[in-house]
């Protein structure tokens, strides 16, 4: 049954993704419940690669919320989500929203995703900035989190779609092992910025 078999592997996926944010702090329950469905779920190549990687930050967020102000485990969490998103972002546009922002036709759907991370960092930069053992802490956080998830709902749902249609298999699956090999790289080099968004951004 292709269809069960299917569903099986998108299980899978998202267990193996939630087992790599469990990994920084295992004692924390990481309740993100259901998860919005797309097809790259599982998928071999690059768009099943970046799901992969959304559902680990949903972990993460999820991990960061049930964590109490002063437990050391909530720096943690948020210190490898950043660095996380910071190495899959500019490793998606340098293996993926490059290539889809050169063909006309999908401009539109490259800028938006890149715009989105302008706006991630800030928000990025202006939590790191504040002080995270306060309990007005999480106020700036579920702004972030909104951001985010809005994001990579987004690019499952939209611009995912749209870029799938004009690249190839081949193509696909090269582009895996560009972001694999870059976000390793740019996850290693990432520094966490701190900066207060005086705007509302
Ligand atoms: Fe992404
Ligand atoms: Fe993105």
Redesign the pocket.
């Known amino acids: 049954m292709p269809h069960q078999s299917s569903l099986l592997k998108q299980q899978e996926a998202k267990s193996t993704a939630v087992a790599h944010a469990k990994v920084i702090a295992p004692g924390v329950p990481a309740r993100l419940g259901s998860t919005p469905s797309t097809t790259f779920r599982g998928n071999p190549a690059i768009f099943g690669r970046?799901v992969e990687?959304?559902d680990k930050h949903r972990a993460l967020l999820a991990m960061i919320e049930a964590t109490s102000p002063k437990d050391p485990a909530r720096k943690l969490l948020f210190e490898e989500f950043v660095r996380d998103v910071h190495g899959?972002?500019a490793a998606?546009e340098q293996a993926l929203w490059s290539t889809i922002m050169r063909n006309p036709e999908t401009t539109q759907f490259a800028r938006h995703?890149v715009g989105d991370h302008h706006k991630i960092d800030k928000l990025m930069a202006d939590a790191a900035a504040r002080d995270i053992t306060s309990p007005g802490w999480l106020r700036h956080f579920a702004k972030l989190k909104e951001e985010y998830l809005d994001?990579?709902l987004e690019?499952e749902t939209e611009q995912f779609v749209e870029a799938e249609k004009t690249l190839s298999p081949p193509d696909q699956r090269y582009m895996r092992r560009v972001f694999s090999r870059r976000k390793k790289a740019e996850k290693a080099a990432a520094e966490i910025e701190k900066k207060i968004a005086l705007k509302p951004t």
């Open positions: 970046l990687d959304h899959h972002a998606e995703a994001h990579i690019e």
